[in-house]
């Protein structure tokens, strides 16, 4: 699985992302990460660190071997940064990625776990 931000504003707000509750990456700016996902149910929401009142949501079915992607973009709600989630197919996530960092998170606030070098999502059951 591949989130992808393509956007430049808000350049200094970092979106998290966590797949059924696990933090598995983050974007700021233009950028993109991918990890491993189970077979089976995920449900990705996206925030801010700042606030959860907020929140980005996609929900994706994965099958084994199949690559997802999802394109991370945002709203202005009443001056709030809102991410937001839609999953893309791979041949609008290409265009999508040209221009993009590949990112790896180094850093969480103390009541999340740092995702590691290879982050797996587990499937919900």
């Known amino acids: 699985m591949c989130v992808v931000r393509s956007s430049y504003a808000p350049i200094a707000v ?6 059924n509750h696990q933090l598995v990456g983050a974007t700021k700016g233009p950028s993109y990460f991918c990890y491993e996902a189970e077979p089976g149910e995920h449900v990705l929401v996206s925030d801010t660190f700042d606030t959860t009142d ?8 994965a099958a084994a071997g199949a690559r997802y992607w999802v394109h991370q ?29 590949y990112v790896v ?10 995702p590691g070098e290879r982050p797996i999502a587990r499937a919900s059951r």
């Open 105 to 114: 998170v180094t850093g969480a606030p103390e009541d999340e776990l740092l």
């Open 54 to 61: 907020f929140v980005g949501r996609a929900q994706i079915v």
């Open 73 to 101: 973009e945002y709203d202005s709600v009443r001056g709030t940064i809102r991410p937001t989630l839609q999953a893309v197919d791979e041949a609008r996530a290409r265009t999508l990625i040209e221009g993009c960092d």
């Open 14 to 19: 970092t979106f998290a992302v966590q797949d």
